[in-house]
């Protein structure tokens, strides 16, 4: 065998995977393949500090390009300042992590083909592992109303994103992660700043739409015209990235591993491991490289039974959560979504801190449904009714 472990993906999910048995169980002998120029690619990657254990946050920590203790969200009726910390990293910093480890690391070489044991490459080379796993991203069993397959009805959380240095200080103390004061367009859009430094900014204009379509052009302006609304003038651009997020509103979990290849161990978005409402997908990343690290043997019998099983309690888990989406998405008409948002962060900041770690209480949960719903009574009993 050239390995004894084979990621297909640099991704956020493969990369952690690497990073744990590298710390973990050194003497593995992993490699990555990735069809892009490097390991993590072009993105960014954020997560409340309650996502996650304190040892999980500990391990995981010389990741961080970023930190802050509060953020702030900003809506028609009402804005706050919630102090929680949040964390942000990079697909460069993963990168250097990864490279940093011993890993092999094979960039610029598409997967033609792959099985639990082997990857042929696009240039008809191929490796041999005990073990392979999938974390190519969304794959196309994942389908529901916007893809190939009927497993999972998803929907889209899309964006795109300038990283800017300003001609001086922003004067922001934390992020704004949804600041939905701004024109709605295409479902619920809202604009999410990150601080990078005194002038310097990533600035995302963000939808939860029903079709994955973006206009790059189109957002690209309207990040511009956000950054000129706020009196903030733009020096340069430094980069931009564009996304394209899965949200899920229900779907069935056993039918999607099942309509994957048989036996083939997956993780990631190509595991429904995201968080059905928000898109982010570090807490679930950093679980998957525990639960991997911690198996006896690395073999794909065992890769995929601990997998499969994971994603599907993790899906179990997360019923409530869909059952919001499918609130904000069917209940609510698309320029009306907001309100629904609008309506939750008023709730204490306890709450919603657990309500992004996935750890809501039955009284959370009870809390977040009590009351007037910002959406139409009769479209809200109607999505009550079909749960």
């Known amino acids: 065998m050239d390995f004894d472990l084979i990621l297909t993906g640099g991704g956020l999910a493969n990369g952690l995977i690497a990073l744990r048995l590298a710390a973990t169980r050194p003497e593995v002998r992993v490699a990555i393949v990735e069809s892009g120029a490097a390991v993590g690619g072009n993105h960014t990657w954020s997560s409340f500090a309650a996502d996650i254990t304190p040892a999980q946050v500990a391990w995981t920590d010389p990741l961080m390009a970023h930190r802050w203790d509060r953020y702030s969200i900003r809506f028609p009726d009402h804005g706050r300042t919630i102090v929680q910390g949040y964390r942000t990293t990079s697909g460069e910093r993963l990168a250097a992590a990864v490279g940093a480890t011993g890993t092999t690391v094979l960039t610029g070489v598409p997967v033609a083909a792959l099985d639990p044991t082997s990857v042929t490459l696009a240039d008809q080379r191929v490796l041999t592992a005990h073990a392979v796993i999938d974390g190519r991203g969304q794959g196309p069993q994942q389908g529901g109303r916007n893809g190939a397959g009927p497993a999972l009805d998803l929907r889209a959380q899309k964006f795109v994103g300038l990283e800017v240095e300003l001609t001086a200080d922003h004067g922001l103390d934390g992020p704004i992660i949804m600041d939905a004061t701004v024109p709605q367009h295409d ?90 409402i928000t898109g982010y997908s570090f807490p679930d990343a950093v679980r998957t490289a525990e639960v991997v690290a911690g198996l006896p043997e690395l073999t794909p019998a065992a890769l995929y039974a601990a997998l499969r099983h994971h994603s599907e309690a993790t899906w179990a888990a997360r019923g409530f959560y869909r059952f919001l989406t499918r609130m904000l998405f069917i209940a609510a008409a698309p320029a009306e979504r907001y309100r629904v948002l ?42 009550l009714l079909n749960s």
């Not at 956000?226 to 229900?250: F, S």
């Not at 999607?256 to 978005?269: H, I, K, Q, R």
């Open 187 to 276: 479902g619920y859009r809202f604009v999410y700043t990150l601080p990078f430094g005194p002038r310097t900014l990533l600035v995302e204009d963000t939808y939860y739409s029903d079709g994955r379509d973006l206009a790059p052009d189109v957002l690209r302006q309207r990040v511009l015209d956000y950054i000129a609304a706020q009196g903030w003038t733009v020096a340069r651009v430094i980069r931009a990235e564009v996304g394209v997020l899965p949200i899920a509103l229900g779907g069935d979990i056993a039918a999607f591993w099942d309509a994957g290849a048989a036996g083939m161990p997956t993780v990631g978005l190509r595991a429904a491991l995201f968080n059905p």
């Open 342 to 383: 609008q309506r939750f962060y008023r709730l204490d900041d306890a709450l919603v801190g657990r309500f992004y770690a996935g750890r809501s209480t039955a009284f959370d949960k009870a809390r977040t449904l009590i009351g007037k719903p910002p959406v139409p009574l009769g479209r809200a009993l109607g999505v």
